[in-house]
């Protein structure tokens, strides 16, 4: 049974650094994509960034060249890397891994971006 277990929210303010860990149980190998997703107040959840287990990445346009998603496969680790923060990036974020037949989610971890 795989679990994600997402740590390293927290309050941070505009332009700082933040990053967050997912923390897989099980054999990461066996999860072909792994991706962050948020969901802010009153919005729908929305994916984030996402990497194959091979490290080919990608991010969405609101977030491209501020925030990295990374995994260490030896590790069982996944992370996103969130810089010049924006208050608009304020949500729950959750981990993700998807195979063939089901999709995984952790429980998420709060992100507040504010002065």
């Known amino acids: 049974q795989v679990q994600l277990v997402e740590s390293g929210g927290g309050s941070v303010q505009p332009e700082g650094s933040l990053r967050l860990t997912c923390t897989v149980s099980?054999?990461?190998?066996?999860?072909?994509?792994m991706a962050w997703y948020r969901q802010a107040p009153g919005k729908e959840r929305e994916w984030v960034a996402s990497?194959?287990?091979?490290?080919?990445?990608n991010t969405e346009d609101s977030v491209k060249g501020r925030f990295t998603i990374s995994r260490d496969n030896a590790k069982n680790t996944v992370y996103l890397e969130m810089n010049s923060v924006k208050p608009e990036d304020t949500a729950v974020y959750y981990c993700?891994?998807?195979?063939?037949?089901?999709?995984?989610w952790g429980q998420g971890t709060q992100v507040t971006v504010s002065s």
């Open positions: 993700s891994g998807s195979t063939w037949d089901r999709q995984y």
């Open positions: 099980g054999d990461i190998l066996s999860i072909p994509t």
């Open positions: 990497i194959s287990v091979g490290g080919l990445s």
